[in-house]
């Protein structure tokens, strides 16, 4: 099923034996420009820290973004232009201190700030 597959790739991309949360549901589908996949993201919970160890070929670095944070109204996602070669496209970004998160997780942050806001 999808969310097997999904806690799966968690569990691979976190370096984990098994997936520790709790599935709450499915959000939207959406499809990703840059690498032409399909996404279908799902939402979890855990109670207390996870003792995780990324998979460094698929993980570059864990952007740690409290949700607290994520449903401040100053946390809104702008969009800006990216590129790759002659190729150039508009993405949405949420900016986090220092970070910029971008594109998918973008759009799927944005969608849990809206569901968690109730909008």
């Not at 990703?32 to 109670?47: E, G, K, Q």
């Amino acid at each position: 099923t999808y969310q097997e597959a999904a806690t799966r790739e968690f569990q691979e991309e976190l370096g984990l034996d098994r997936f520790p949360g709790r599935v709450l549901g499915e959000l939207l589908p959406l499809w990703v420009f840059n690498s032409n996949y399909r996404l279908r993201p799902f939402l979890a919970v855990h109670a207390g820290r996870l003792d995780y160890s990324p998979c460094q070929r698929e993980v570059a670095r864990l952007i740690h973004l409290p949700v607290a944070q994520l449903l401040l109204e100053s946390t809104t996602v702008t969009h800006d232009v990216f590129s790759r070669g002659s190729v150039r496209w508009k993405a949405g970004v949420i900016r986090y201190q220092c970070d910029q998160i971008w594109g998918a997780t973008a759009i799927i942050l944005a969608e849990l700030a809206a569901l968690l806001r109730g909008v």
